[in-house]
């Protein structure tokens, strides 16, 4: 059975889950299948402002859940593929409003009409986070070079892993070549070695992410930020292309060679 | 921390390094639910243990925490006195 289901998950707050979700999502669209997101943020929703779907919302998950509205008008159609998809979170209820099961039943009911559910999980190792994990066929647990980020993603897959919801993959976000050169900031290679999982993507640091969230446009449709090609890697990878890890060089081969080095150990 | 040599030269480990460094030791303590103290307690109530049994030297014990992919392992290397083995071939 392939792996339709995908849960974007990090432990730290902050690191990216909802850019990367958005991303990931309208990249698998922009290839052509029909994709929905969901938002199981419940209480802090952000991923229809990422997407810039906030005007359109008038149905949430917790309505739902509870039985006030269809699934069908839950989805919120995006402004630019007609075959991506978001399912918002309710913004004025909490994590409790929602149970493991009541995820693993709509998603199931989704399973049969779309190729991919994006699932964007909250902070936390709490209720929320087990709702956003409860229906995945694979988790992606995203982290920065940061110490705090790691660890907290070190957990988050240890978590993962009790819920037999592993092997999670692991996608490094905000890398910034110039730091890890002069070795200020954690290179790949240190935090795969840190947490033993396997990469399935790594994210230039790229100022054009700010513009996009400002705009409400995801970067992967702006075709030459080198962080919206590495959110297209990873959707490729998911759909089970070979894509060898971008080099990220910015003045030298030395992320080619830490690249080349991951391709090795990876695949 | 960085070594005598890199002081005197003036070096001192990278930032990256340290952060590597402090990372390790703080997953090992994470993933097994146990802090660096109750760790150490351990470590002193082995030691106890198995001097009531044979003689060893405290000093000369290393026991340490090992990363094996996602896998801890607890690694005691405890040399045994050679007066320990002449005493138990006796009783024998």
């Not at chain 1, 996009?212 to 490729?236: E, H, Y």
Request: with cysteine; proline share 4%; charged share 30%.
């Amino acid at each position: 059975m392939s792996k339709r289901v995908i849960t974007i998950t990090s432990g730290k707050g902050g690191v990216g889950k909802t850019t990367a979700t958005a991303n990931i999502a309208t990249a698998l669209a922009v290839d052509g299948a029909r994709v929905v997101c969901i938002d199981a943020d419940i209480g802090l929703r952000n991923l229809d402002v990422v997407l810039g779907l906030e005007n359109r919302i008038v149905y949430d998950l917790v309505d739902v859940v509870e039985g006030r509205c269809r699934l069908r008008q839950a989805m919120i159609r995006d402004k630019r593929l007609p075959n991506l998809f978001l399912i918002p979170a309710a913004q004025t209820r909490d994590k409790t409003a929602v149970s493991p099961s009541d995820m693993v039943r709509l998603i199931d009911e989704l399973r049969e009409e779309s190729e991919w559910i994006l699932i964007d999980s909250p902070a936390g190792i709490e209720r929320g986070f087990r709702n956003a994990i409860a229906p995945a066929d694979l988790v992606l647990v995203i982290t920065n070079p940061e110490i705090s980020a790691v660890r907290d993603a070190d957990r988050i897959i240890g978590l993962i892993e009790a819920e037999e919801k592993g092997p999670a993959r692991l996608v490094l976000n905000r890398l910034k070549p110039e730091m890890v050169k002069r070795e200020d900031m954690l290179s790949p290679d240190d935090v795969l070695e840190l947490l033993a999982v396997e990469l399935i993507g790594i994210i230039p640091e790229d100022e054009k992410v700010i513009l996009s969230t400002n705009r409400g446009t995801p970067i992967v449709l702006d075709g030459k930020s080198q962080a919206g090609l590495a959110f297209r890697n990873i959707a490729a990878r998911l759909e089970g292309q070979e894509v060898p890890f971008i080099s990220l060089e910015s003045s030298n081969g030395f992320f080619g060679r830490i690249s080349r080095m991951i391709g090795a150990g990876g695949d | 921390m960085s070594t005598f040599f890199d002081r005197i030269l003036g070096r001192e480990k990278s930032s990256a390094q340290q952060a590597k460094d402090r990372l390790k030791l703080v997953l090992i303590h994470d993933r097994i639910d146990m802090n660096p103290g109750t760790m150490e307690l351990l470590k002193d109530e082995l030691i106890e243990v198995i001097s009531r049994h044979v003689e060893i030297d405290p000093n000369a014990v290393h026991i340490e925490m090992n990363q094996d992919g996602r896998q801890q392992r607890l690694i005691a290397d405890i040399p045994l006195n050679p007066t320990s083995r002449r005493r138990s071939r006796k009783r024998v």
